[in-house]
């Protein structure tokens, strides 16, 4: 731990992301100056927000990078995660930040470089490769399949999809399932899983999408974009989606979360919708 300079007023937001409606999607605490503050003020400030995550926009070291996030939940840190960049994005460029390229700027986080683009009105980030992905071991998807009250035989599918969050997707055969269940946390202690269904063509989204974190303050995540990722380089790598699809999120929790997927060449990018709810100031 190095010392932290005297508390002082720092620009901050509060912003609810994967919608345009405010208080319908994910909130994310975002401190725009936290030059000077060292990992345990970073922490300690992320665990008293009480929210799924808390940023901290810095300088960039890398001179390909727009500006660095440190990205905290409650308990530890993050080399990445999907809504704290997309509203880390949108903070930034609210409090008057010019990207060095026209229509999309650059991210740094401990997982390497991120490209966020302008799509229309919404913020969308490059999925970043999985640094780990295949199949689960059979006795976790036996707890996994306890957790959520499922027969083994209705888990269709399931991938390790780890791109920072350690998640394990599972594929259920549709949105109805998914909304349906009511989580055995005990059941699932220690694992991140994420579970996906299809919706009926022609209703709307085509997936729904819900993320569940035992042993987690937040233990389901209202909108959660590194599972949307993964799930999206599983799912369309795989066949089982198209290369462009909507997903909704938080439904259970009476939120309205809509997370948009599009494949283009290489990239599975993964967007929504922002929206400042709180600006001022914190002392740190």
């Known amino acids: 731990m190095t010392d932290n300079p005297a508390p002082r007023l720092r620009p901050f937001a509060q912003v609810d992301v994967f919608s345009a409606e405010p208080y319908r999607g994910n909130p994310l605490a975002v401190v725009l100056d936290g030059d000077g503050l060292d990992a345990h003020a970073m922490q300690r400030f992320a665990n008293w927000t009480n929210l799924s995550e808390t940023t901290f926009l810095l300088p960039p070291t890398d001179p390909r990078a727009d500006y660095r996030v440190r990205i905290f ?3 530890e840190e993050f080399p990445f995660a999907g809504h704290p960049t997309l ?13 060095r390229r026209d229509g ?3 991210q740094e986080c401990a997982a390497g470089l991120v490209r966020v683009r302008r799509d229309g009105g919404r913020l969308a980030f490059a999925a970043p490769p999985l640094t780990r992905s295949g199949p689960v071991a059979e006795a976790d998807l036996a707890r996994i399949a306890a957790g959520l009250g499922l027969p083994r035989h209705e888990l269709l599918d399931a991938s390790w999809l780890v791109n920072g969050p350690e998640w394990i997707g599972v594929l259920l055969g549709s949105a109805e399932q998914v909304l349906a269940i009511r989580p055995d946390y005990a059941a699932m202690a220690g694992l991140k899983v994420g579970v996906i269904g299809p919706h009926p063509d022609g209703s709307g989204p085509g997936f729904e999408v819900r993320t569940f974190i035992p042993g987690d303050a937040a233990a389901e995540d209202p909108v959660t974009g590194s599972f949307n990722a993964g799930a999206a380089q599983w799912l369309i790598g795989t066949g089982r989606a198209p290369s462009s699809y909507l997903a909704a999120q938080g439904t ?3 939120r309205a979360g809509r997370v948009h997927i599009e494949a283009a060449g290489d990239d599975v990018w993964v967007g ?6 709180i600006e001022g100031f914190v002392l740190l």
Do not use: D
């Open 73 to 75: 939940t409650g308990s």
């Open 87 to 99: 509203g880390s994005a949108h903070a930034w460029l609210g409090a008057g930040g010019i990207p």
């Open 104 to 106: 999309e700027l650059v």
């Open 252 to 254: 259970a929790l009476g």
């Open 272 to 277: 929504g919708s922002s929206v400042s709810c």
